[in-house]
């Protein structure tokens, strides 16, 4: 099933940049752009 590998690797970059964004949004104080967001 290479259409599920390549969902999956989607997936978890995307998880891994949404981590990333709460990470700067909390270096920056600014705790908004972490908490809105829809998973």
Do not use: C, F, P
Not at 1 to 30: C, F
Request: no cysteine; glycine share 8%.
């Amino acid at each position: 099933m290479q259409i599920k590998m390549i969902l999956n690797n989607y997936e978890e970059k995307s998880t891994i940049q949404h981590e990333n964004e709460d990470q700067v949004a909390g270096l920056t104080g600014d705790q908004s752009n972490g908490a809105n967001r829809s998973s």
